[in-house]
C-alpha cells in the first residue's frame, strides 16, 4: 500500500510540475527579441525596395516590352550602349544639374533668410506665416502643374495678360514651349513648392538654439546681422548639409510632376531629366531594359554623390554638443 501511495503521489507531482510548466510563458532569447520587433518593417523593405531593386538589375540585360505573353530576351550590355548613344541621355544629364543648382537657393538660402525672420515674431503669427508658406508644399503636384498652366497660358493666362495690358509685350509668351524658359518654369516651380518645407525645417532647427547665445552677443555689441553670421548660420550646418543632400538626390523627382504635365520634356528634349527620361524608355518607348539601365546609372551616379555629401557634411556640419 504504501507503495501505491508513493506511486500516486509520484504521478501527481509529474502532472503538477507539467501543468505549472506548461503555464509558464515562453522565454525568447534577448537577441532574438530585437529581430521580432523589426520583422514587419524588413518584409516590407524587401518586398517593396530589395525586390524591385534586383529585379531592374537583371532587366537591365533583358530586351522587354512588357507586352502580355512576351517573355525578356537576354541583350547582354546592348541596352547600355544604346542608352550612352541616345541623343537626349546627355541632354537629361545637363538639365538634372540644371535643377539641382537651381534648387539650391529655394531649398537653403532663402528658407534659412525667412526662417531667421519668422523668429522675430510673435508665436501665433510665426505659426501663421509658417502654414502659409507650407501650404504650396501639401498641394498635389498635379494640381499644382494645372494652376501655373493657366496662370502661365500664352493667350488666357492671367500673368501674359497682366504683362500685355502694362505694355511690356505685345504679344504673350509661350513659357512652357520657349527653349530655356520652359526648364526655368519647372526649376521655378518646383522651388516655390519646396520653399516651405525647407523653412519649417530651418524654423525647428533655430528653435533649438540657446538663447543664451544670443543674449551673450548682444551683451558684447554684436548686431542683428552679426548674430545671424556668427550663431545662426553655424549650428544651422547640420540642417543645411541635410536640405544641400535632400535638395542634390530629390531635385529630379519633385520635377518629374511639372514636367509631364507642362512640357513632355520639350520643347526638343531642353526640360526633361534623368527620372522623365527613365519614364519615357519605359512606358513611352516600351523598352524596360534600356529604362533599367538609365535607372542603374542614375542609382550609381547619386549614390557616388550621397557617399561624397556625406563625407563633407562630418567634416563642414558644427554641433552645439
Do not use: C
Not at 132 to 144: D, G, H, K, W
Not at 173 to 188: K, P, S, V
Amino acid at each position: 500500500m504504501t507503495e501505491m501511495v508513493k506511486k500516486q503521489t509520484g504521478v501527481q507531482i509529474n502532472m503538477a510540475m507539467r501543468k505549472t510548466a506548461a503555464k509558464r510563458p515562453v522565454k525568447i532569447s534577448s537577441k532574438i527579441k530585437p529581430w521580432l520587433f523589426l520583422l514587419p518593417t524588413i518584409l516590407i523593405i524587401v518586398f517593396w525596395m530589395l525586390k524591385p531593386l534586383i529585379q531592374t538589375l537583371m532587366y537591365t540585360l533583358y530586351d522587354w516590352n512588357m507586352l502580355p505573353g512576351t517573355m525578356p530576351e537576354f541583350t547582354g550590355l546592348s541596352n547600355f550602349t544604346e542608352l550612352f548613344n541616345a541623343p537626349e541621355f546627355g541632354s537629361a544629364i545637363l538639365n538634372t544639374f540644371y535643377y539641382i543648382l537651381m534648387m539650391l537657393p529655394f531649398a537653403v538660402i532663402l528658407p534659412v533668410i525667412i526662417a531667421a525672420l519668422l523668429q522675430n515674431l510673435k508665436p501665433r503669427t510665426q505659426w501663421i506665416y509658417r502654414a502659409l508658406i507650407f501650404l504650396p508644399m501639401i498641394m498635389p503636384p498635379v494640381a499644382t502643374a494645372t494652376v501655373f498652366q493657366w496662370l502661365l497660358h500664352q493667350t488666357n493666362g492671367l500673368v501674359n495678360h497682366l504683362l500685355v495690358s502694362a505694355g511690356f509685350l505685345e504679344n504673350g509668351i509661350n513659357f512652357f514651349q520657349t527653349e530655356g524658359l520652359a526648364r526655368l518654369m519647372i526649376a521655378l516651380i518646383t522651388g516655390w513648392k519646396m520653399i516651405g518645407f525647407a523653412t519649417l525645417m530651418f524654423s525647428a532647427a533655430i528653435s533649438n538654439v540657446s538663447p543664451e547665445y544670443y543674449e551673450a552677443a548682444k551683451m558684447d555689441g554684436s548686431g542683428g546681422f552679426r548674430r545671424f553670421i556668427d550663431i545662426t548660420v553655424p549650428l544651422l550646418s547640420p540642417t543645411m548639409m541635410l536640405m544641400i543632400m535632400m535638395s542634390i538626390l530629390f531635385a529630379s523627382q519633385w520635377t518629374f510632376s511639372y514636367i509631364d504635365v507642362l512640357t513632355q520634356g520639350g520643347p526638343y528634349g531642353t526640360s526633361t531629366n534623368i527620372y522623365y527620361l527613365i519614364y519615357k524608355y519605359a512606358f513611352g518607348n516600351s523598352n524596360v531594359g534600356v529604362s533599367a539601365a538609365a535607372a542603374l546609372v542614375f542609382l550609381v551616379i547619386f549614390g557616388i554623390i550621397a557617399l561624397v555629401l556625406q563625407k563633407i557634411s562630418n567634416r563642414l556640419a558644427f554641433y552645439d554638443n
